[in-house]
């Protein structure tokens, strides 16, 4: 068998988050050896949304097989206050190469991983955490959702139609958009670890969120203009929306005048790309 890039890293993955599982999944994925931690109960995400029909897998979701393809799980209720509990995760944390997590750092301290106690049992583990606020600031002891994630980062915003509330994205987009950024903090220390520089990442979910403006935040410092919400139908771009159609809708991205002149070809009316009507995005909108 061909080694995987991460062949041979050994990662240990704890706590019930999504962003965390998400990091764990790509790292596995690219031959990492990646243990997930869970609760005697198992993790929530097991118990999310339609579970799979078979007796063998009546306890995993499709949302709990998609984030762990390629892990090995096992079960520990570390979150008691148990010698024991604490003995055994530290031991676990000591065989670790790198240690992904979403704790605060009271609570890391709680489990006897924080720094002086990872020190003291000699756990020379590289260290991502992943958290909704970061470690400190005004938010820090904050809990978030997908839901918070996307207000405080500025999307609901522009999610929705301009007359009416602003509408939630599905499922756990700030989660998954967290996850990769962990994946390349674990990268960038998997790398820096070999120039005895510091071993330890922090991914905020917010920050994630805010910094993944396309060009709202950039548009608003240099030329003051707010951006304004506009549904299904972007104020530069059209047609990049949803149309409805007789059974249901049909999604289009044509963000370039190649890509209008071939849809034009496409619904049979090639005419349309050299109607000086359309001849650029922005009044497409208004044909």
Same mark, same amino acid.
């Given at each position: 068998?061909?080694?995987?890039?991460?062949?041979?890293?050994?990662?240990?993955?704890?706590?019930?988050?999504?962003?965390?599982?998400? *990091?764990?999944?790509?790292?596995?994925?690219?031959?990492?050896?990646?243990?997930?931690?869970?609760?005697?109960?198992?993790?929530?995400?097991?118990?999310?949304?339609?579970?799979?029909?078979?007796?063998?897998?009546?306890?995993?979701?499709?949302?709990?097989?998609?984030?762990?393809?390629?892990?090995?799980?096992?079960?520990?209720?570390?979150?008691?206050?148990?010698?024991?509990?604490?003995?055994?995760?530290?031991?676990?944390?000591?065989?670790?190469?790198?240690?992904?997590?979403?704790?605060?750092?009271?609570?890391?301290?709680?489990?006897?991983?924080?720094?002086?106690?990872?020190?003291?049992?000699?756990?020379?583990?590289?260290?991502?955490?992943?958290?909704?606020?970061?470690?400190?600031?005004?938010?820090?002891?904050?809990?978030?959702?997908?839901?918070?994630?996307?207000?405080?980062?500025?999307?609901?915003?522009?999610?929705?139609?301009?007359?009416?509330?602003?509408?939630?994205?599905?499922?756990?987009?700030?989660?998954?958009?967290?996850?990769?950024?962990?994946?390349?903090?674990?990268?960038?220390?998997?790398?820096?670890?070999?120039?005895?520089?510091?071993?330890?990442?922090?991914?905020?979910?917010?920050?994630?969120?805010?910094?993944?403006?396309?060009?709202?935040?950039?548009?608003?410092?240099?030329?003051?203009?707010?951006?304004?919400?506009?549904?299904?139908?972007?104020?530069?771009?059209?047609?990049?929306?949803?149309?409805? *159609?007789?059974?249901?809708?049909?999604?289009?991205?044509?963000?370039?005048?190649?890509?209008?002149?071939?849809? *034009?070809?496409?619904?049979?009316?090639?005419?349309?790309?050299?109607?000086?009507?359309?001849?650029?995005?922005?009044?497409?909108?208004?044909?």
């Amino acid at each position: 068998m061909t080694d995987s890039a991460l062949t041979g890293l050994n990662v240990l993955e704890l706590g019930e988050s999504v962003a965390v599982a998400y *990091c764990g999944r790509w790292l596995a994925a690219f031959g990492a050896d990646v243990t997930k931690v869970e609760p005697s109960a198992g993790d929530w995400t097991r118990r999310y949304g339609v579970a799979a029909a078979t007796d063998a897998a009546r306890d995993m979701s499709a949302l709990f097989a998609y984030l762990n393809t390629g892990k090995r799980s096992v079960t520990q209720d570390f979150d008691r206050d148990s010698a024991e509990a604490g003995a055994s995760l530290r031991q676990r944390a000591s065989l670790a190469d790198l240690i992904i997590h979403p704790f605060a750092p009271a609570d890391l301290e709680r489990l006897g991983l924080g720094p002086e106690a990872r020190r003291d049992a000699g756990i020379g583990s590289l260290i991502v955490s992943v958290s909704d606020f970061g470690s400190d600031g005004p938010y820090a002891s904050y809990r978030g959702a997908p839901i918070v994630h996307l207000a405080l980062g500025g999307y609901l915003h522009l999610s929705g139609a301009p007359d009416r509330a602003p509408l939630m994205l599905p499922g756990f987009q700030s989660e998954y958009l967290g996850g990769l950024h962990a994946v390349i903090a674990a990268l960038a220390l998997s790398l820096d670890r070999r120039l005895n520089r510091p071993t330890q990442a922090e991914v905020s979910l917010m920050e994630v969120m805010t910094s993944l403006h396309q060009f709202t935040t950039v548009q608003f410092t240099y030329e003051g203009v707010n951006r304004k919400r506009n549904g299904n139908r972007r104020e530069n771009l059209h047609p990049s929306t949803l149309i409805p *159609c007789k059974d249901g809708y049909v999604g289009m991205a044509l963000p370039t005048n190649d890509l209008w002149a071939r849809q *034009c070809a496409m619904i049979g009316q090639p005419e349309l790309a050299d109607d000086p009507r359309f001849a650029t995005p922005a009044p497409r909108p208004r044909g």
